[in-house]
């Protein structure tokens, strides 16, 4: 037997677009067979596949991205300000293909005589006991009491003896087909192997998937792409925004930035798995090293600042752009949500917000029990007819971006469709007086402490999307529900 290897996908793929293997035997035509693909992770079988060839070319071809996605998730700690390995956010994996089929021997030699039965001189693997069938080429006309069901009585490597009197045999020259009774198949695991696969929590769009090469994200020159579709230019960011972008790890790794005053800086990446989540926002880049200039990096008057990835001090990444977002805000709402390459990316919301709640009940009618006093029946004032239980309060929130780019724009698509969002709550310092203290910046000061992000669902069905040509000032409206319900007590 041999297997010819048609396609196979590259070694680093996104989990959720096609992942395809083809495989071509020579023993695609036999009866009764089927490839076997099996899945391995660690060593550790995770599935099996028995496919039928494909019509036309008898190939074996098997999709495994639906498989393979089920095993990836997502990587998400609104604490980091440094870096973590993103193990949710990739699977290794190894794809080993074997195939079976029906075990059938045909034999051409003539029949002898074993001293009484009947001798059928073939190479087989049968053993004493054996139920086979036999068809014969003639349907078993010369010899009637050969064809169908019977016992193997006597064998060796070259021939088996049958329950079937030599005498009752008319023509030894008739050939035939032998097989197991029950359609035993013969399986053969590990002919074709695809070794040290992986799959990555992310999605190319119909397009981009036919022109993906795994080799613009691996992190080694100033053409390649970390694991986001983040804008590289005109992307802004508030003061209070953070940023986890992830990227395909190395050794001795930095992470440079540089902003607009020309200070540059570095941070070292401490965790070197597969893929490493980068801290990256303007509120959460976390602690550097001033390589020229002085600290902090975001000073009152900075405009923007670059990061890129590099190692031994020469740039292997494309450099991503962060323009500082100071504009006034009315709201500060920040969504923080899953892109479709597997970072969590975050847009501000500082326009108007509308805040909206809704109460659902379920009742019943109760009869009222009341109370009899002197031969007269009464009821207390307090006495419930009808109850309300099971109530939920649900609240929405209605959330408007301010003016952005077209490429913000296209990029905000991505937070309508991504099934994981995160809203930002934040509890401001004030005085005795209820007013807002400001930081050096001029903003609403908080604490670490009073800051967390809560699960919200976007329940915004349909979005327009805006064309800079045909509009030049873009915002966005975007509907949240938190993921959660307060509890109603009583």
């Known amino acids: 037997m041999a297997q010819t290897i048609i396609a196979k996908p590259q070694a680093f793929t996104p989990a959720y677009n096609p992942i395809k293997y083809i495989v071509d035997s020579t023993n695609k035509n036999l009866t009764g067979f089927r490839y076997i693909y099996q899945v391995y992770n660690s060593g550790n079988l995770k599935g099996t596949f028995k496919i039928v060839p494909t019509y036309g070319t008898g190939y074996g071809e098997i999709d495994l991205s639906k498989f393979l996605s089920s095993y990836v998730k997502w990587d998400f700690d609104p604490t980091i300000t440094q870096d973590l390995d993103a193990v949710n956010s990739f699977y290794n994996y190894d794809v080993k293909v074997g195939e079976e089929y029906l075990y059938e021997l045909d034999y051409t030699s003539a029949l002898t005589s074993s001293g009484t039965?009947?001798?059928?001189?073939?190479?087989?693997?049968?053993?004493?006991?054996?139920?086979?069938?036999?068809?014969?080429?003639?349907?078993?006309?010369?010899?009637?009491?050969?064809?169908?069901?019977?016992?193997?009585?006597?064998?060796?490597?070259?021939?088996?003896?049958?329950?079937?009197?030599?005498?009752?045999?008319?023509?030894?020259?008739?050939?035939?087909?032998?097989?197991?009774?029950?359609?035993?198949?013969?399986?053969?695991?590990?002919?074709?192997?695809?070794?040290?696969?992986?799959?990555?929590?992310?999605?190319?769009?119909?397009?981009?998937?036919?022109?993906?090469?795994?080799?613009?994200?691996?992190?080694?020159?100033?053409?390649?792409?970390?694991?986001?579709?983040?804008?590289?230019?005109?992307?802004?960011?508030?003061?209070?925004?953070?940023?986890?972008?992830?990227?395909?790890?190395?050794?001795?790794?930095?992470?440079?930035?540089?902003?607009?005053?020309?200070?540059?800086?570095?941070?070292?990446?401490?965790?070197?798995?597969?893929?490493?989540q980068v801290a990256v926002g303007c509120n959460n880049y976390g602690v550097v090293t001033p390589v020229t200039g002085v600290l902090p990096m975001i000073k009152p008057d900075t405009e923007y600042y670059d990061f890129w990835y590099s190692e031994g001090g020469a740039q292997f990444s494309q450099k991503y752009r962060v323009n500082i977002d100071r504009r006034v805000q009315i709201n500060e709402y920040v969504i923080s949500f899953l892109d479709r390459q597997g970072s969590f990316s975050s847009f501000a919301f500082q326009l108007k917000s509308y805040e909206r709640g809704e109460v659902t009940r379920d009742e019943f009618n109760k009869d009222v029990q009341g109370f009899v006093t002197d031969g007269e029946w009464g009821y207390n004032y307090q006495e419930f007819g009808f109850n309300t239980f099971n109530i939920n309060v649900t609240k929405t929130l209605e959330l408007n971006t301010n003016w952005m780019t077209q490429e913000m724009s296209d990029y905000f698509q991505e937070l309508l469709t991504s099934p994981q969002t995160f809203l930002k709550l934040v509890q401001y310092v004030t005085t005795e007086e209820g007013i807002p203290l400001l930081d050096e910046d001029g903003c609403p000061y908080h604490s670490a402490e009073s800051t967390a992000y809560v699960p919200c669902i976007v329940q915004t069905n349909s979005f327009e999307v805006f064309q800079q040509r045909n509009k030049n000032l873009i915002k966005q409206s975007i509907v949240v529900k938190l993921a959660n319900n307060d509890n109603v007590n009583g």
């Open 117 to 276: 039965n009947t001798r059928i001189n073939v190479t087989n693997i049968f053993q004493v006991g054996d139920q086979i069938n036999i068809l014969q080429d003639d349907g078993g006309t010369a010899n009637p009491l050969l064809e169908g069901l019977h016992t193997v009585i006597a064998v060796s490597g070259t021939w088996i003896d049958v329950n079937v009197l030599f005498s009752s045999i008319t023509d030894v020259n008739i050939n035939g087909t032998i097989n197991y009774a029950d359609n035993r198949k013969v399986v053969t695991y590990d002919i074709t192997e695809f070794i040290s696969k992986k799959v990555y929590n992310g999605a190319k769009t119909w397009v981009d998937f036919v022109v993906y090469n795994e080799n613009d994200t691996r992190l080694n020159g100033v053409t390649k792409y970390w694991l986001t579709n983040q804008p590289q230019t005109n992307f802004q960011c508030t003061l209070g925004q953070d940023l986890w972008l992830n990227a395909r790890a190395r050794v001795d790794k930095l992470i440079y930035f540089q902003n607009s005053d020309g200070d540059i800086y570095t941070k070292a990446i401490v965790n070197n798995d597969s893929i490493v």
